[in-house]
């Protein structure tokens, strides 16, 4: 009978993953299917949410350009550079900024950050305005999508490390020393044993840290002021919501077929993102198999 | 790779070791004391009052000076080696700034609101001053509670599945996968299906406590499974085939000693999979709702909680703004207070009550 809960238990892990898709898709599907006259956007469903998604993977490509190569360097700062001893210490104060709620992030991102970036995005404007990322006119407040994907890096930083750490401890020790023997520097050292070893397993971290960036809600629903049009210029006041953000802002004042359309919406952000876990995660148990034999 | 070793030169003896295999290298100080001088400048630019920001960017750039110097001394590749030594330690320095940033921003703005009404008080029928967050301390601490109930026996079983009786099966090969996969579910996704779900029985529109239970529970339950499994995991094997020995059921062998042996680990699991959802918003924001006044009820309208609070204090200050703004700051500092406070209990937790064996 024992194994018998147990077995219960881990079907229903199926049963709930099934059943996320399952009732999204039966609550979405009016929302796809729904008239323009309608629903609040007065849009069929394509053109509303085109350009949700499109924020959406703008933002997390931004947060993820900014956040894996930092990440790459404290995961290498933790794992090869700081006193053995501190290593573990350091390893906690970064998990430590997985821990902040991701309404305090919002409220700070408000509150500080973006005051923060202004000089910055007006510096931008007149001196590399004549790149279109940067057209302008900058913001004001500061609250654009190149700062919610500062926040976002932020966010993701610890998951990335945290793998990569993980990944750059396990680099067998004999090619280490092997390079090191040879007289190579420690970043010669770093090059040749450490990065090809770890090369799928960055990967795989960059991709998980992708799936929270693409479905972290608050910060970016506090952050960005959203306009739902789509644009590359990445300072200006004019922004691409996310689905995310779009949800959480329009869901409690929503009724009747707009509910309908929201999950949808989330439908589509559900698949996306377990499309790329989904990825991830397969190329992290590949590579389990593979490290057996070092 | 450039090869290192000159040619040997002819016409002289035999080769001078000292000479010949090391280099020019620049003093072992250098280093510590181009830092101290960056402490110094920031310490001396904060004393000054020129902020933080444009005294840590000069002494940043003095640090350069270091590969700089290297290059004419030592040559290109302990140049390399250095710059990169540099660049490690500033990605460290640049993860911490935001880290100290926010926790300063928070502490800051959220410590002078902190009072007895503060935590005494709801929001009921207070317009401006006054009001406080007793009602979402109650509803976070009756969601997250509720959640917790769901998940811990859902995670545990699925834990013990994975490890005792379905080692090398096909189905918990998946399920493990599965498992991960759904740690990557975005928390706002996870609300809408508890939403759907709820929307079958009680109409459209419903708005419950535990449907956010439901919701975080969704969200927890993959990092419960992981945790324990890593644990359980990590029983020897000897005490398992000891219980096995003496004549004792498996279920019996399970309850009494491989879940007892491994509880500090679990505990420990359960504590961080809490402070993990503790904090969410979206969820609950979508299915729990937001209200003014105290709901002890689960399972009857809407109930407030510290992240929705905070958001909806930001979101919709009234007039005049700061009063709400204050409380969201003080709520946010309690909730982060909480966060921190759990993590800490479990770090104690493994470290006091790992096995012995472990340390």
Same mark, same amino acid.
């Given at each position: 009978m024992f194994s018998g809960i147990s077995f219960g238990a881990a079907s229903l892990i199926l049963l709930t993953l099934a059943g996320v898709a399952i009732f999204l898709t039966v609550e979405g599907i009016p929302g796809i299917l729904a008239d323009p006259s309608q629903v609040k956007s007065g849009e069929r469903f394509l053109p509303y949410v085109w350009p949700l998604v499109f924020g959406t993977l703008l933002a997390a490509a931004l947060a993820l350009l900014i956040a894996v190569p930092i990440a790459i360097g404290v995961a290498l700062f933790i794992s090869h550079y700081a006193p053995r001893r501190l290593g573990a210490t350091f390893g906690y104060i970064i998990d430590l900024l997985a821990a902040v709620p991701s309404v305090v992030y919002g409220a700070w991102g408000i509150a500080f950050l973006a005051g923060q970036m202004v000089p910055l995005f007006q510096w931008l404007e007149d001196h590399?305005?004549?790149?279109p990322l940067f057209a302008g006119p900058a913001s004001t407040t500061g609250r654009t999508i190149l700062t919610v994907s500062v926040v976002l890096a932020l966010m993701i930083l610890p998951i990335v490390t945290a793998i990569c750490r993980e990944i750059f401890l396990q680099t067998p020790r004999l090619h280490q020393e092997a390079a090191l023997a040879l007289g190579a520097t420690r970043w010669e050292m770093a090059r040749m044993a450490i990065f090809p070893y770890a090369r799928s397993g960055i990967v795989s971290a960059s991709m998980l840290g992708l799936g929270r960036a693409l479905g972290e809600t608050m910060a970016v629903a506090m952050v960005l002021s959203a306009s739902g049009v789509v644009t590359?210029?990445?300072? +200006? +006041?004019?922004n691409p919501s996310t689905i995310a953000a779009n949800i959480a802002l329009s869901f409690p004042e929503a009724s009747g077929l707009s509910v309908n359309a929201l999950i949808a919406s989330g439908l589509v952000l559900f698949v996306i993102t377990f499309g790329v876990n989904f990825v991830a995660r397969a190329i992290v148990d590949r590579r389990k198999d593979f490290s057996g034999a070092n | 790779m450039t090869s290192t070793l000159e040619p040997t030169r002819p016409g002289?003896?035999?080769?001078?070791l000292h000479t010949r295999l090391s280099s020019r290298t620049l003093p072992s100080w250098t280093a510590p004391v181009l830092a101290g001088a960056g402490a110094v400048i920031v310490v001396g630019g904060l004393l000054l009052g020129l902020g933080l920001l444009r005294p840590l960017l000069l002494a940043w750039a003095l640090q350069l000076a270091l590969p700089v110097a290297s290059r004419f001394v030592e040559g290109g590749r302990k140049a390399t080696d250095r710059l990169v030594t540099v660049l490690v330690y500033s990605a460290f320095g640049l993860a911490l700034l935001p880290l100290g940033s926010i926790i300063w921003t928070v502490v800051s703005k959220g410590v002078p609101v902190l009072s007895a009404e503060f935590f005494t008080y709801?929001?009921?029928?207070?317009?401006?001053?006054g009001g406080g967050i007793y009602h979402a301390i109650i509803g976070t601490l009756l969601i997250t509670g509720a959640a917790t109930v769901i998940s811990v026996p859902i995670g545990l079983f699925t834990s013990i599945y994975l490890v005792e009786y379905g080692e090398g099966k096909r189905m918990a090969r998946w399920i493990r996968f599965l498992v991960d996969v759904m740690t990557g579910i975005p928390s706002i996704v996870a609300g809408l299906f508890a939403y759907a779900l709820f929307v079958l029985f009680f109409g459209e529109g419903v708005r419950m406590g535990i449907g956010g239970s439901v919701a975080l529970s969704v969200l927890m339950i993959p990092v419960v499974v992981r945790s324990c499994e890593e644990m359980l995991k990590l029983v020897p094997n000897e005490l398992r085939e000891a219980s096995y020995a003496l004549g004792v059921p498996k279920w019996r062998t399970i309850s009494k000693v491989v879940v007892p042996t491994a509880l500090a680990g679990i505990v420990t699991g359960v504590t961080l999979a809490i402070a993990r959802v503790i904090g969410e918003t979206a969820p609950l924001l979508i299915v729990a709702g937001y209200t003014d006044s105290v709901n002890f009820n689960l399972f009857d309208g809407r109930m407030a909680t510290l992240p929705v609070f905070a958001y909806t204090s930001i979101r919709n200050?009234?007039?005049?703004p700061e009063f709400s703004l204050d409380r969201a700051w003080g709520a946010a500092l309690v909730l982060l207070i909480i966060v921190m406070l759990l993590n800490l209990v479990a770090r104690l937790v493994s470290y006091l009550f790992s096995p012995k064996g472990e340390k």
């Open positions: 590399l305005g004549f790149i590359f210029n990445l300072i +200006s +006041s004019t | 002289r003896g035999g080769p001078d709801s929001m009921r029928n207070v317009v401006g001053e200050p009234g007039v005049p």
